[in-house]
Nanobody
Framework: QVQLVESGGGLVQAGGSLRLSCAAS????????MGWYRQTPGNQREPVAEISSAGRTNYADSVKGRFTISRDNAKNTVDLQMNNLKPEDTAIYYC??????????????????WGQGTQVTVSS
């Protein structure tokens, strides 16, 4: 049982920056990957960035070079630094953590917990 609380969304002009933060609490001992998705009305939730427990990162092509994901394992937080924002970045951003759920002593699956979402609006 993991709970996620997001912060940092808001309204910014094109070219500006925002930093999103997500704090995990509860059963955090089995956290593996962490990351961010975003969603606009009428569209599916799409991946933005992820970071593994070892610190390896992946980014959507649309945000490469502009967004940076980071994590603090001691605090169980994951952040998304967003620079040079564009109007097309406007969306609700959701953080997630993936935890290992054991079905047997030797078998299990990764399970994603989601934050409540935070609105990012970029004006032209």
């Amino acid at each position: 049982q993991v709970q996620l609380v997001e912060s940092g969304g808001g309204l910014v002009q094109a070219g500006g920056s925002l930093r999103l933060s997500c704090a995990a609490s509860g059963s955090t001992s089995n956290i593996r990957d962490m990351g961010w998705y975003r969603q606009t009305p009428g569209n599916q939730r799409e991946p933005v960035a992820e970071i593994s427990s070892a610190g390896r990162t992946n980014y959507a092509d649309s945000v490469k070079g502009r967004f940076t994901i980071s994590r603090d394992n001691a605090k169980n937080t994951v952040d998304l630094q967003m620079n040079n924002l564009k109007p097309e970045d406007t969306a609700i951003y959701y953080c997630y953590v993936e935890t290992w759920v054991a079905f047997t002593p030797t078998e299990g699956r990764g399970f994603r917990s989601w934050g409540q979402g935070t609105q990012v609006t970029v004006s032209s």
